[in-house]
Antibody, heavy 122, light 106 residues
C-alpha cells in the first residue's frame, strides 16, 4: 500500500524557516512526481509546489515562489519543502501528495499524506 | 491566472441525486479532477480525467465536463457522502483548485 508520512511541522515566528519532510513507501518513489498542497484552517485546498520524479522540473505557486523550495532525495524516498521567510498567512496543514499515474503531463493526486500543521505566529 | 468556481454549498436528501458544478474558462478543453474531504481527514480522489473512477470509489459517483462547466454527480446520495468536494485542473504548469463545495445530506 502507498503511504505518505509528513513531518516537520510546528510553531515558527514570522520571518522564520521550517523544513517539511514526506517519507514515501509502497511504490517506486523515483517514478512519480510529487507535490505539496496546503489548507489554511477552515479554508480550501491550495496548491503549493510540485516536482518531477527525477527532480529536474519544479513548479511553484505565485504565493510561495522565491520563499519555498521543493526537493527530493530518491535514495531516501523522501520529499522536502524548505520554507523560508514565513508569513502568518502560510499557517496551514501541509499535505504531500503523489501525482496520479494516468496523466501524461499534468498533475493530479491519487494519494495524500495525513498532513502536518505549520503555525506562523509571534 | 486560471480560476475554478464552485458553489459554496449544496444540499440533497438521502437517496436523491446531488450535482456539484465547477466552472472555468473553456474547462471542457482540460481534464477535471474531483476530491472528497471529510472533516479531519485528507482529501480522497473520487473522479479523474473528467469521468473515471479510481478503484474503490462507488459507482454512484460520476463526472462530466463540457463547455465551461464540469459536474460531479452523486446518485442515490448517502449520509456518508456528506463532505467537502473540490474540483481541480492543470493550467500553464499550475495546479488549480476550486474553492470547494460543502455537500449536506439532510
Amino acid at each position: 500500500d502507498v503511504q505518505l508520512l509528513e513531518s516537520g511541522g510546528g510553531l515558527v515566528q514570522p520571518g522564520g524557516s521550517l523544513r517539511l519532510s514526506c517519507a514515501a513507501s509502497g511504490y517506486t518513489f523515483s517514478s512519480s512526481a510529487m507535490s505539496w498542497v496546503r489548507q489554511a484552517p477552515g479554508k480550501g485546498l491550495e496548491w503549493v509546489s510540485s516536482i518531477s520524479g527525477s527532480g529536474g522540473s519544479t513548479y511553484y505557486s505565485d504565493s510561495v515562489k522565491g520563499r519555498f523550495t521543493i526537493s527530493r532525495d530518491n535514495s531516501k524516498n523522501t520529499l522536502y519543502l524548505q520554507m523560508n521567510s514565513l508569513r502568518v498567512e502560510d499557517t496551514a496543514v501541509y499535505y504531500c501528495a503523489k501525482r496520479g499515474e494516468r496523466a501524461a503531463t499534468e498533475y493530479y493526486f491519487d494519494y495524500w499524506g495525513q498532513g502536518t500543521l505549520v503555525t506562523v505566529s509571534s | 491566472s486560471y480560476e475554478l468556481t464552485q458553489p459554496p454549498s449544496v444540499s440533497v436528501s438521502p437517496g436523491q441525486t446531488a450535482s456539484i458544478t465547477c466552472s472555468g474558462d473553456k474547462l471542457g478543453n482540460k481534464y477535471t479532477y474531483w476530491y472528497q474531504q471529510k472533516p479531519g481527514q485528507s482529501p480522497v480522489l473520487v473522479i479523474y480525467q473528467d469521468t473515471k473512477r479510481p478503484s474503490g470509489i462507488p459507482e454512484r459517483f460520476s463526472g462530466s465536463n463540457s463547455g465551461n462547466t464540469a459536474t460531479l454527480t452523486i446518485s442515490g446520495t448517502q449520509a456518508m457522502d456528506e463532505a467537502d468536494y473540490y474540483c481541480q485542473a492543470w493550467d500553464s504548469n499550475t495546479v488549480v483548485f476550486g474553492g470547494g463545495t460543502k455537500l449536506t445530506v439532510l
